[in-house]
């Protein structure tokens, strides 16, 4: 059976420009557009239609795509999940949760959408290039991304995403004006989000003429506890260690603070999420606006399968919670 890959290497492009054509989107040429359309009249392509048959009969169910290597307990995609659950039984909806095996991502797309089992898809977060972006596209499936997977495809995608480059912005301009210069960040391994971050924090420096030293930035594991405590261990055993660390999450935070209390070691300190703990301990952190997002998803999702693939995107604004674990301040 001819593929959508199939078709965008017969004609020498990208499958992202194969979907562009397919689903009449995109700022394509009309060359490029009447070749593609040829390549798939002659490779016999044909697009699935099972949107379509869904749309005739729903199930009042939408997938929840849980990201594969998402920890056991993640507090704020715990929330967002309890909140999307909210607002689709509002609607009198369900919600499918699963998750996809890293070793084979779009096979439980392919049985979802063959299956019949729900009317969209939310993706909970959106990597770089996804190839699941890619995959439901093609398949013409009504879905919704929390997060954008920065490539062609955002820009006829449904996604709600939050501003993480200005809220890293916000966080160092807070510490810089407390007098601090040396500012570490401990980070997970990899993500969007995590580049995201790590763009406002550079740009903030460079706003302030402050250098980037890679020496302070720290990129360990998922972004655990435990992945905290090792990355402090790092940051404060430098021979020049910073007087602040900015944790890309509250539970690298916290593992940042139990090193640091063994340690008898001050730093001014801020986490990213702001869970119920973050308020217990004192932690400076970034609210997100979590209600909001899942609300919009789940409204944008009802549309498209009501037939509305109008592609709509919405960056929403993060709030920094000062509390007392970044007030030191610097002469």
């Known amino acids: 059976m001819t593929s959508i890959k199939d078709v965008a290497k017969a004609a020498g492009v990208s499958i992202t420009t194969v979907s562009f054509v397919l689903n009449d989107k995109g700022n394509i040429p009309q060359k490029t557009r009447d070749h593609v359309l040829n390549v798939v009249k002659t490779l016999g392509y044909t697009r699935n239609t099972s949107a379509r048959t869904l749309r005739d009969k729903l199930s009042r169910t939408i997938g929840y795509a849980k990201p594969a290597a998402q920890r056991p307990v993640h ?46 898809i939310l993706l909970a977060s959106a990597e770089q290039d996804d190839p699941r972006v890619a995959f439901l596209h093609e398949h013409n499936f009504p879905f919704v991304t929390l997060g954008r997977s920065l490539s062609a495809l955002d820009t006829c995608t449904t996604w709600v995403d939050v501003d993480s480059k200005a ?31 790590l763009a406002g924090y550079a740009a903030c420096l460079d706003a302030h003429n402050l250098p980037l030293d890679d020496s302070l930035i720290i990129r360990q594991g998922y972004g655990d506890s435990k992945d905290g405590y090792v990355a402090a261990q790092s940051l404060l055993r430098l021979e020049r260690p910073p007087t602040a660390i900015i944790s890309l999450s509250d539970l690298l935070a916290y593992g940042v603070l139990h090193y640091c209390n063994e340690k008898n070691t001050r730093v001014a300190l801020t986490g990213f999420d702001d869970d119920l703990l973050a308020d217990v301990l004192e932690l400076t952190s970034v609210e997100q606006p979590i209600e909001r997002a899942a609300a919009l998803l789940v ?22 919670i000062v509390r007392s674990s970044s007030q030191i301040v610097l002469d």
């Open 299 to 320: 409204e944008q999702l009802m549309l498209q399968i009501q037939g509305d693939m109008t592609p709509v995107q919405h960056l929403l604004e993060a709030e920094l």
């Open 75 to 120: 507090p704020i995609m715990d929330k967002f999940l309890s909140e999307v659950i909210v607002q689709a039984e509002q609607r009198g909806w369900h919600v499918l949760i699963y998750a996809s095996p890293a070793d084979d991502p779009l096979a439980v797309y392919q049985e979802i959408i063959s299956s019949q089992r729900v009317d969209g």
């Open 167 to 197: 809220a890293l912005t916000t966080v160092t301009e807070h510490l810089i004006k407390a007098g601090h210069t040396r500012i570490g960040v401990v980070a997970p391994a990899k993500g969007v989000v995590t580049d995201l971050r």
